[in-house]
C-alpha cells in the first residue's frame, strides 16, 4: 500500500523560507512523475510544481516560479519543495502525489506565512 508522509511546514514570517519533505512508500518511487500540490482555505486544491521521475522540473506554476524549487532523491524516495521569498498567499496545506495525483493524499503539511 502506497504511503505518502508529508512534513516540513510551519510559521514563517513573509519574505522567509522552508523546506517540505515528503517520503513515499510502498511503490517504485523511482518510476512516478511527482509532484506537490496545495489547498488554502476555502480554495480547491492546486498544483504547484512537478517533476519527472528522472529528475527534470517540467511544472512550476505562475504564482510560485523563481520562489521554489521542486527535487527529489529517487535513492531515499523522498520529494522536496524549498520555498524562498514566502508570502501570505502561499498559506495552505501542501500535499505531494504523483503528476496525475493517483496516490492516495496523505496528510499534507501546513504552512502558514504571516507576520
Known amino acids: 500500500q502506497v504511503q505518502v508522509v508529508e512534513s516540513g511546514g510551519g510559521l514563517a514570517q513573509p519574505g522567509g523560507s522552508l523546506r517540505l519533505s515528503c517520503a513515499v512508500s510502498g511503490t517504485m518511487f523511482g518510476l512516478q512523475n511527482m509532484a506537490w500540490y496545495r489547498q488554502a482555505p476555502g480554495k480547491e486544491r492546486e498544483k504547484v510544481a512537478s517533476i519527472t521521475r528522472g529528475g527534470t522540473t517540467d511544472f512550476y506554476a505562475d504564482s510560485v516560479k523563481g520562489r521554489f524549487t521542486i527535487s527529489r532523491d529517487n535513492g531515499k524516495s523522498t520529494l522536496s519543495l524549498q520555498m524562498n521569498m514566502l508570502k501570505p498567499e502561499d498559506t495552505a496545506v501542501y500535499y505531494c502525489?504523483?503528476?496525475?495525483?493517483?496516490?492516495?493524499w496523505g496528510q499534507g503539511t501546513q504552512v502558514t506565512v504571516s507576520s
Open positions: 502525489n504523483t503528476r496525475g495525483s493517483s496516490f492516495r
